[in-house]
């Protein structure tokens, strides 16, 4: 995007700049025929007013070339830089030929220093500018003692003056402006960009998720195939064979567990279908569903609180749950006690007996396969994350390496 924003931008301030140097000459003609005419009427010498009107004249068709050969070429950052500091050398010729420090012709000094400047922004560029343009006026400066023309007289220096400065603010203007409003477009187009960019990824994003779903639904049910049989064959197979059989099936549940884990992730986050339930209702729930697995663990289901109605979408509050006391029974692979919990709030405790977390998994509880459980994936903490979200909810863990770990869900917590 770096480049991108280097490339418009240059174009962009080449184009300006190729406007600027078009309308230059006709800007510059007029305040240099006026110039002309009041040096002319003026009671200057002679040589002065032919020698003004030489630089003058000398100037305005140099420019007028200058725009005749940019309908015809490409205008490069180098040309521009040399136009403008050309001009700032023919500004200090035409100086010194109208009173030195005193000519009238100073303010137009400013349009070629500030055009540089607001086209090449802070660069080597816009360094030799002013660089230039100071040594132009510590040169005038110098040769001033020396200079063969007096300034110009009253009242004709400060109208000559006023001429150049008029003609000094339509230059910036057509430089200026131009500029700003280039690095409006930029930006307008950049932006244009970014959200092209950011809907192209989304758009994969979505795509790779409905692949990843579909690919995760077509290996799960060969997976489930597959420890059917394993599970019929072991029934029938000696002791030796039921251990190696054993192994099979504990493979192939930990597949199956990501596979579950991975799909219920990639689901989308429809809308919530809220209705008042009885939050104590959702944790009994729960525990039929893992009581048998709760059982296979020697893990024992302890359910606390009073009833509590709240208004939530009683099946998706259920996974969340179901998510988090999976994780309970996982963390006690030799027993022990797994707590649901239903208090004011409203407030759902998921909690168990096993070893708790380290503060770096603690910290990192819901990215996916941050997790310090034999084959744990930590799908289940982002499911049960995503769905207490949508309820407005938050889930949080407290846990004492050792002595087990409690998680949260806070439901009355944006």
């Given at each position: 995007?770096?480049?991108?924003?280097?490339?418009?931008?240059?174009?962009?301030?080449?184009?300006?700049?190729?406007?600027?140097?078009?309308?230059?000459?006709?800007?510059?003609?007029?305040?240099?025929?006026?110039?002309?005419?009041?040096?002319?009427?003026?009671?200057?010498?002679?040589?002065?007013?032919l020698a003004?009107?030489?630089?003058?004249?000398t100037?305005?068709?140099?420019?007028?070339?200058?725009?005749?050969?940019?309908?015809?070429?490409?205008?490069?950052?180098?040309?521009?830089?040399?136009?403008?500091?050309?001009?700032?050398?023919?500004?200090?010729?035409?100086?010194?030929?109208?009173?030195?420090?005193?000519?009238?012709?100073?303010?137009?000094?400013?349009?070629?220093?500030?055009?540089?400047?607001?086209?090449?922004?802070?660069?080597?560029?816009?360094?030799?500018?002013?660089?230039?343009?100071?040594?132009?006026?510590?040169?005038?400066?110098?040769?001033?003692?020396?200079?063969?023309?007096?300034?110009?007289?009253?009242?004709?220096?400060w109208?000559?003056?006023?001429?150049?400065?008029?003609?000094?603010?339509?230059?910036?203007a057509?430089?200026?402006?131009?500029?700003?409003?280039a690095?409006?477009?930029?930006?307008?187009?950049?932006e244009?960009?970014?959200?092209?960019?950011?809907?192209?990824?989304?758009?994969?994003?979505?795509?790779?998720?409905?692949?990843?779903?579909?690919?995760?639904?077509?290996?799960?049910?060969?997976?489930?195939?597959?420890?059917?049989?394993?599970?019929?064959?072991?029934?029938k197979?000696?002791?030796?064979?039921r251990?190696?059989?054993?192994?099979?099936?504990?493979?192939?549940?930990?597949?199956?567990?990501?596979?579950?884990?991975?799909?219920?992730?990639s689901?989308?986050?429809?809308?919530?279908?809220?209705?008042?339930?009885?939050?104590?209702?959702?944790l009994?729930?729960?525990?039929?569903?893992?009581?048998?697995?709760?059982?296979?663990?020697?893990?024992?289901?302890?359910i606390?609180?009073?009833p509590?109605?709240?208004?939530?979408?009683?099946?998706r509050?259920?996974?969340?749950?179901l998510?988090?006391?999976?994780?309970?029974?996982?963390?006690?692979?030799d027993?022990?006690?797994?707590?649901?919990?239903?208090?004011?709030?409203?407030?759902?405790?998921?909690?168990?007996?096993?070893?708790?977390?380290?503060?770096?998994?603690?910290?990192?509880?819901?990215?996916?396969?941050?997790?310090?459980?034999?084959?744990?994936?930590?799908?289940?903490?982002?499911?049960?994350?995503?769905?207490?979200?949508?309820?407005?909810?938050?889930?949080?863990?407290?846990?004492?390496?050792?002595?087990?770990?409690?998680?949260?869900?806070?439901?009355?917590?944006?």
């Open positions: 995007m770096s480049s991108t924003h280097d490339f418009l931008r240059s174009r962009e301030r080449l184009l300006v700049g190729r406007r600027f140097l078009m309308l230059r000459p006709i800007i510059v003609l007029f305040g240099a025929a006026a110039n002309a005419l009041l040096a002319g009427a003026s009671p200057a010498p002679s040589q002065q007013k003004l009107g030489i630089a003058f004249g100037t305005v068709t140099a420019f007028f070339v200058e725009a005749w050969l940019l309908r015809r070429r490409a205008l490069g950052e180098r040309w521009l830089f040399t136009s403008l500091a050309l001009t700032l050398v023919a500004l200090a010729a035409g100086s010194l030929l109208s009173g030195g420090l005193a000519s009238p012709v100073l303010p137009l000094w400013f349009a070629p220093v500030v055009v540089g400047f607001a086209a090449f922004g802070r660069s080597r560029a816009s360094a030799a500018l002013l660089a230039i343009a100071a040594a132009a006026l510590l040169g005038i400066a110098i040769a001033a003692p020396l200079d063969a023309f007096p300034p110009l007289p009253e009242p004709w220096v109208r000559m003056t006023l001429a150049g400065t008029l003609a000094a603010l339509a230059l910036l057509v430089g200026v402006i131009g500029l700003v409003d690095h409006a477009r930029v930006s307008a187009q950049l244009r960009m970014r959200a092209d960019v950011i809907e192209e990824a989304e758009r994969r994003a979505k795509s790779v998720d409905r692949l990843g779903a579909h690919v995760a639904h077509e290996v799960k049910n060969p997976l489930t195939a597959a420890r059917s049989l394993v599970q019929l064959v072991s029934r197979s000696e002791e030796r064979d251990e190696r059989l054993g192994v099979v099936l504990t493979e192939i549940d930990r597949a199956l567990d990501t596979l579950g884990g991975y799909l219920g992730l689901k989308p986050m429809t809308d919530l279908t809220l209705a008042e339930a009885d939050l104590r209702d959702v009994h729930d729960t525990a039929a569903v893992i009581e048998a697995r709760a059982a296979d663990h020697r893990v024992t289901i302890v606390s609180g009073e509590l109605r709240a208004a939530v979408d009683a099946n509050l259920r996974d969340a749950v998510n988090l006391a999976l994780n309970a029974i996982r963390a006690m692979p027993g022990g006690e797994l707590g649901l919990d239903v208090a004011a709030g409203p407030t759902l405790t998921v909690s168990d007996q096993g070893e708790g977390m380290s503060e770096d998994i603690l910290a990192r509880a819901g990215e996916p396969f941050a997790s310090e459980a034999d084959g744990g994936t930590g799908l289940g903490i982002a499911i049960a994350r995503g769905i207490v979200a949508q309820h407005g909810g938050r889930l949080r863990f407290e846990s004492t390496p050792g002595k087990g770990t409690r998680a949260i869900i806070e439901l009355g917590t944006a």
